[in-house]
């Protein structure tokens, strides 16, 4: 039993909080965030150098990383930063691309912005209900909050083939794509698919697809926890500074219990996480990660809302960092599966 | 024990109904319903209309120009008005500074101040809290200093709330150093356009601007603008104060945003199934439902109370506790609800056959983050259950 | 609107309270409530004599009540008191009889005792799984935790009679009774019936029994109310007595802050009964209990565990009448369906 | 990270396995499945097998006749006896007394009292709280005054789990009046034969009898029986707390109730159909279930740091709250599991064929009652984020 990182994952986890620090402090995060492209192609490049994307995949695709620790390490630093870039979809595709056995040295280096489409209006958290569909070389549907999909180079795209759900890489520039900003900062698209010319890479890809599905929803904790930590600690600090009626607002008992309760909840966050990490290469994958995502789900409305309310007023505003990563932490579950998704999953998958 | 409304109240309640229906413009209750701010336009165009029929100043007794309404029928037109989507009265003039005049300006005043809040000729916004002086108000710092005939005034207000609409701004100030802070209160009214005001905006968390800071830098205000004697504000404030919590419990709100919610999750389609039919989010939505339908007998309760004993009590904190819970909780269903649809920013990138969310749906997320306000503002939920503490559970 | 008790029910109101406060006070609860037969004849016959039987039933029965404001007029003085007789089955074993057309003299006059046995041990909430069957003038099966059951004279027996569910009476000398006490307080029995002798009292009475079931469940809802009552004046006292660090406890903000909720959710709890008390004659009466029962379980839940939290360690003795307020609040979740199982009744009736 | 235990951790453990299903009578683990208290004597039984096996003192360094366990396999070693229904052992002794005298003794104490913990010839409660001495632990009045070679010892000690079946208790007392009240305290150690003591049972909310009051009248109790110096009780108290904090999150009993309330919903029948397949029982449970889930983590993280550091931090405040949060969450489940089958009382009145609950499952609602107590006793929740607030979140 070892909680501590390892070396090398401690060394990435110094140089990317250190960078986005420098590189990417709050300013510069709020201005990346809510203006197109909602992504900042310059930090981006040093993001790969530094070794952020070779991080997310194993040796054997050409990464150095992949493991579920090395996830976790990566976003709880992006959620520190509230980093807006379109990492989450290069997770995923670089898992879906070593399923396919597709190269991936484009994605790694950071010259190939990747998004995956998998969701739909109707259908945005499930594989079952999907209703894009392959005839030939073409894929037609609408695939809806394609994160990053407003900067991909190449979308892959999760469609009906037949009997199968399979995978298909569709070139963006093949595609219609409208993208937008998201509350919560960071881009996304729409995506129009009208007998797109498509390239089929895997044709059964239901589990490739979960396994992507999953890795994203653990990197989400990850980068919760990230957000938490911060959040909590310009909370705290603000019930230091703040005075009304004479005292330090954090001398009054009732915010202090409630600050105590918070302070469990975000350690209970960072163990469920912990443990989805460790599961991620296991058969109980899907049932860990799903037990993760619900708690997160929980435990980051909780303390969005409490930091708004023990904040008062100024945390109600645009100015104050503090809002964005309310903002992020609340829209966390509107990603990959939300609270009630995750438990009903954690209910069908039932004992591990 | 009688719960329904009298036959005078439902002739009333008909009454109000067939007005809405055919006074309320539909370009005004569909810009409602579509959620997010309501336009300067749109606001003064429902004020007139109000105006003209006399059901502006829904507190004022006829003499001012009011309708005399008891509290019940002030109920049933605000439940009406939700039910309608009409838009909200704005409440800083004829409902803050107009009962305030009644009560302690003087004739001049009066006769003054009150018709050109029916009119629409002035928009008044409030002056009270300050960087410094949130839930802690008796603490605020902006001075007015007697200088001859004029007081002048220097500090900062902020929260100061649809400002930007607003021609006049009636505030808060200090003219007393010493002794006890709520002692050296006054409330003076001040025109906007007097040299030395400066008012900026504060951008909100889900980025509207509906609030304002305002600075005061040696601004000379008539002391005839002075309400009440000098030193008299904390006694005004407080007045007011009990003024601005009636129908705190926004019930009426709260049913409308209960039927939307339940609307949308007809509509939203998750797991092939309409998400109304899940259990779990209908589990959810039912148990709101049940603390609305609670809430609906607790406003009821005490606004009979109040038209027995003259003036809500202390036990309005509830109202306000309880009522903005619930608001929230619903707030946060309709933005469950849509999943990934909710996350569009600005929610008018994606319309017409573009669009995510369900048709007056798209704001849900807005509104979420906007409404965590209602349990901050106003007195903070934790300020109301100290004052419950105090005068409910005498503790 | 009104929202005040008319002259009479305000009278019944007041002599109630005011006899079970000087002779039924909590040494004498505490007696009767743990100890066979779980009943006072002396005071059930007092109580009769009072009005309270007459209370709970209608004029062209017999009575001078029996609507939903004198039901909860007459339980929430009997939970302000705790008082452990069975009146419970009384009030729906009158609105059973009332239904059948059967005499109820002996019923309201208190000279005999009636207990209304519905539920089973697999149904103990809901009409549709109840396996005791009639054969001819015979039932047979099993009736559970039947409230009263210990002391009744008679017992009302809902059972399957071909595709009917119907009403039977039974004299109780003729079932095999097994009597116990309950960890509240009060009495209950396990009724076998085995081709035991059964009289049919009414053929079709689903109807009958939900309206007997939904009057019990508003009963239920107002024993609760006065319950919370005295519950949280008990907390408040103790609040303002006690000392710890030098300071009353109530002094405590974090507790203050609790106790502002719970009175909150005690007033919840009193309209929510008002509501239901006043459609208890309407067609939307299922529904509106059920709303009722919903959040009385919660409250009242909420309210013994927070008052038991509070109070500390006295609070979980014996010897302290409130932890014996605290069992009642809880278990009564346990009659006549609880939390759950109203608001899934709630939901499947929809919009009023 | 690895979170897996080593391969010497889990040899550890299949050890454990094996002592526990060949050592451990079905006759105790039968009765500690069923629920409520074990008797007096099946405790002793279970203590007389670890003791021969050298079990007994888990904390204990192997000098004084412990095992020399680490933190991991003390973990281990609580969690295995959840898992097969061993009862818990009885702390007052072994986990208490014992490393207070280890630390605190003089090496006389150390003879006398240590081998009779081990051998079970004493059976030691505790007297710390007192009725107006319960969170404010240092306001205890019980009064100790030298007198030739003795103590005498007045006052009352309440809530002495077990008392009933001790012959020994050791006491917190107040030996000095002035002066701040954590100097005053002296640990001392009383025989419960010594003429001037009651004791008199506390019967508790569920109808049990746990807990009792002791009464000290003119009570004289040899000076040599002071653990440590005179007025350093606090010091040893304080000391004693942070034993008392190890394994505070009880996951092991959380665990084993967590397998109780799925079989329980798994048997009950609701509406035709197993409790378990209802969505919204299944869906508390699953709550629970993650929450658990992530405490279990929690748990090995402090673990692991206490390990690292040598002592539990001011951190375990958060395994004492969320521990037994958790802990009641499961005991209300499974009360709301049985419906009216959980209101039998005393429970043992309807057995065999006559019975309500499925086997082992009569005292649901009992438990549930009497496990209240553990957010009130060890230091209340409240006391709990009292300690968070200063030592973990700096306010």
């Given at each position: 039993?070892?909680?501590?990182?390892?070396?090398?994952?401690?060394?990435?986890?110094?140089?990317?909080?250190?960078?986005?620090?420098?590189?990417?402090?709050?300013?510069?995060?709020?201005?990346?965030?809510?203006?197109?492209?909602?992504?900042?192609?310059?930090?981006w490049?040093?993001l790969?150098?530094?070794?952020?994307?070779?991080?997310?995949?194993?040796?054997?695709?050409?990464?150095?990383?992949?493991?579920?620790f090395?996830?976790?390490?990566?976003?709880?630093?992006?959620?520190?930063?509230?980093?807006?870039?379109?990492?989450?979809?290069?997770?995923?595709?670089?898992?879906?691309?070593?399923?396919?056995?597709?190269?991936?040295?484009?994605?790694?280096?950071?010259?190939?912005?990747y998004?995956?489409?998998?969701?739909?209006?109707?259908?945005?958290?499930?594989?079952?209900?999907?209703?894009?569909?392959?005839?030939?070389?073409?894929?037609?549907?609408r695939?809806?909050?394609?994160?990053?999909?407003?900067v991909?180079?190449?979308?892959?795209?999760?469609?009906?083939?037949?009997?199968?759900?399979?995978?298909?890489?569709?070139?963006?520039?093949?595609?219609?794509?409208?993208?937008?900003?998201?509350?919560?900062?960071?881009?996304?698209?729409?995506?129009?698919?009208?007998?797109?010319?498509?390239?089929?890479?895997?044709?059964?890809?239901?589990?490739?697809?979960?396994?992507?599905?999953?890795?994203?929803?653990?990197a989400?904790?990850?980068?919760?926890?990230?957000?938490?930590?911060?959040?909590?600690?310009?909370?705290?600090?603000?019930?230091?500074?703040?005075?009304?009626?004479?005292?330090?607002?954090?001398?009054?008992?009732?915010?202090?219990?409630?600050?105590?309760?918070?302070a469990?909840?975000?350690?209970?966050?960072?163990s469920?996480?912990?443990?989805?990490?460790?599961?991620?290469?296991?058969?109980?994958?899907?049932?860990?990660?799903?037990?993760?995502?619900?708690?997160?789900?929980?435990?980051?409305?909780?303390?969005?809302?409490?930091?708004?309310?023990?904040?008062?007023?100024?945390?109600?505003?645009?100015?104050?960092?503090?809002s964005?990563?309310?903002?992020?932490?609340?829209?966390?579950?509107?990603?990959?599966?939300?609270?009630?998704?995750?438990l009903?999953?954690?209910?069908?998958?039932?004992?591990? | 024990?009688?719960?329904?409304?009298?036959?005078?109240?439902?002739?009333?309640?008909?009454?109000?109904?067939?007005?809405?229906q055919?006074?309320?413009?539909?370009?005004?209750?569909?810009?409602?319903?579509?959620?997010?701010?309501?336009?300067?336009?749109?606001?003064?165009?429902?004020?007139?209309?109000?105006?003209?029929?006399?059901?502006?100043?829904?507190?004022?007794?006829?003499?001012f120009?009011?309708p005399?309404?008891?509290?019940?029928?002030?109920?049933?037109?605000?439940?009406?008005?939700?039910?309608?989507?009409?838009?909200?009265?704005?409440?800083?003039?004829?409902?803050?500074?107009?009962?305030?005049?009644?009560?302690?300006?003087?004739?001049?005043?009066?006769?003054?101040?009150?018709?050109?809040?029916?009119?629409?000729?002035?928009?008044?916004?409030?002056?009270?809290?300050?960087?410094?002086a949130?839930?802690?108000?008796?603490?605020?710092?902006?001075?007015?200093?007697?200088?001859g005939?004029?007081?002048?005034?220097?500090?900062?207000?902020?929260?100061?709330?649809?400002?930007?609409?607003?021609?006049?701004?009636?505030?808060?100030?200090?003219?007393?150093?010493?002794?006890?802070?709520?002692?050296?209160?006054?409330?003076?009214?001040?025109?906007?356009?007097?040299?030395?005001?400066?008012?900026?905006?504060?951008?909100?968390?889900?980025?509207?601007?509906?609030?304002?800071?305002?600075?005061?830098?040696?601004?000379?205000?008539?002391?005839?603008?002075?309400v009440?004697?000098?030193?008299?504000?904390?006694t005004?404030?407080?007045?007011?104060?009990?003024?601005?919590?009636?129908?705190?419990?926004?019930?009426?709100?709260?049913?409308?945003?209960?039927?939307?919610?339940?609307?949308?999750?007809?509509?939203?389609?998750?797991?092939?199934?309409?998400?109304?039919?899940?259990?779990?989010?209908?589990?959810?939505?039912?148990?709101?439902?049940?603390?609305?339908?609670?809430?609906?007998?607790?406003?009821?309760?005490?606004l009979?109370?109040?038209?027995?004993?003259?003036?809500?009590?202390?036990?309005?904190?509830?109202?306000?506790?309880?009522?903005?819970?619930?608001?929230?909780?619903?707030?946060?269903?309709?933005?469950?609800?849509?999943?990934?649809?909710?996350?569009?920013?600005?929610?008018?990138?994606?319309?017409?056959?573009?669009?995510?969310?369900?048709?007056?749906?798209?704001?849900?997320?807005?509104?979420?983050?906007?409404?965590?306000?209602?349990?901050?503002?106003?007195?903070?939920?934790?300020?109301?259950?100290?004052?419950?503490?105090?005068?409910?559970?005498?503790?």
């Open positions: 039993m070892d909680f501590s990182l390892t070396e090398d994952r401690q060394m990435l986890s110094d140089t990317l909080n250190r960078y986005l620090a420098e590189q990417y402090p709050a300013e510069h995060r709020i201005k990346v965030a809510y203006d197109a492209p909602f992504h900042d192609a310059t930090k490049a040093e790969a150098e530094l070794g952020v994307l070779g991080a997310l995949a194993p040796e054997n695709v050409g990464g150095f990383g992949g493991a579920g090395d996830i976790t390490v990566v976003f709880e630093a992006l959620g520190r930063a509230m980093c807006p870039e379109p990492m989450l979809g290069t997770l995923m595709a670089s898992r879906l691309l070593a399923a396919a056995g597709e190269d991936q040295e484009a994605l790694l280096d950071g010259s190939a912005r998004a995956v489409a998998i969701g739909e209006i109707e259908a945005p958290y499930e594989l079952d209900h999907i209703a894009t569909t392959a005839t030939g070389e073409t894929l037609s549907g695939k809806s909050c394609v994160y990053g999909g407003n991909a180079d190449v979308l892959l795209v999760a469609a009906r083939n037949g009997d199968d759900l399979s995978l298909y890489a569709v070139q963006a520039a093949d595609a219609q794509i409208t993208g937008y900003g998201l509350i919560d900062g960071g881009g996304a698209a729409e995506v129009m698919l009208d007998a797109t010319p498509a390239r089929l890479i895997l044709q059964d890809a239901k589990a490739a697809l979960e396994d992507a599905l999953d890795a994203g929803a653990l989400l904790c990850a980068e919760a926890v990230g957000l938490m930590d911060v959040t909590n600690a310009m909370l705290l600090d603000y019930l230091r500074q703040r005075k009304q009626f004479g005292r330090n607002i954090g001398s009054f008992q009732a915010l202090q219990h409630r600050c105590a309760d918070l469990i909840e975000i350690e209970q966050a960072r469920i996480t912990i443990f989805a990490a460790s599961r991620l290469e296991q058969p109980d994958r899907a049932r860990a990660v799903s037990m993760a995502k619900n708690l997160i789900g929980r435990a980051a409305k909780l303390v969005a809302e409490e930091s708004t309310q023990m904040h008062g007023g100024i945390g109600m505003t645009w100015e104050y960092p503090g964005h990563y309310t903002k992020r932490l609340v829209m966390l579950d509107h990603q990959l599966g939300d609270t009630d998704f995750h009903e999953r954690v209910m069908r998958l039932g004992a591990a | 024990m009688d719960l329904s409304f009298s036959d005078k109240e439902i002739a009333f309640r008909d009454e109000v109904r067939a007005f809405l055919t006074e309320l413009p539909a370009h005004i209750s569909d810009a409602v319903r579509k959620g997010g701010e309501s336009s300067k336009e749109l606001i003064e165009e429902w004020h007139a209309i109000l105006s003209k029929k006399g059901w502006l100043a829904t507190t004022w007794p006829k003499e120009g009011g005399g309404w008891t509290p019940v029928q002030r109920h049933i037109f605000e439940e009406e008005c939700c039910r309608a989507y009409a838009p909200r009265i704005v409440p800083f003039g004829v409902n803050m500074l107009g009962p305030v005049i009644q009560a302690f300006g003087n004739d001049q005043q009066k006769a003054e101040v009150l018709p050109r809040i029916l009119s629409g000729e002035d928009w008044w916004c409030q002056g009270y809290s300050e960087p410094g949130g839930s802690d108000l008796a603490s605020l710092k902006t001075r007015a200093v007697r200088d005939d004029d007081y002048i005034i220097n500090g900062q207000k902020t929260w100061t709330t649809l400002g930007q609409h607003a021609n006049k701004i009636f505030c808060l100030v200090r003219t007393k150093a010493d002794g006890k802070p709520q002692e050296g209160i006054s409330f003076i009214l001040v025109d906007l356009e007097t040299p030395g005001i400066e008012m900026r905006p504060i951008k909100l968390i889900e980025g509207g601007h509906e609030v304002n800071e305002v600075f005061f830098t040696d601004v000379r205000v008539p002391a005839e603008n002075l009440g004697e000098e030193n008299q504000g904390w005004i404030a407080k007045y007011l104060l009990t003024h601005e919590r009636t129908n705190i419990a926004n019930v009426g709100f709260s049913m409308q945003a209960l039927e939307e919610v339940k609307a949308l999750a007809r509509k939203v389609i998750r797991n092939g199934r309409p998400l109304i039919e899940n259990p779990h989010f209908a589990a959810r939505i039912a148990e709101v439902e049940v603390d609305l339908e609670a809430m609906k007998i607790t406003n009821l309760r005490m009979y109370q109040a038209q027995k004993q003259g003036a809500p009590g202390p036990e309005t904190s509830m109202l306000k506790i309880k009522g903005t819970v619930i608001r929230q909780a619903l707030n946060d269903l309709a933005r469950r609800a849509l999943g990934p649809a909710a996350a569009p920013f600005p929610s008018e990138m994606l319309e017409g056959n573009m669009a995510l969310a369900p048709a007056n749906h798209a704001n849900e997320a807005a509104s979420y983050f906007n409404n965590r306000k209602l349990s901050i503002f106003g007195g903070s939920n934790e300020i109301q259950r100290n004052i419950m503490t105090k005068a409910v559970l005498e503790l």
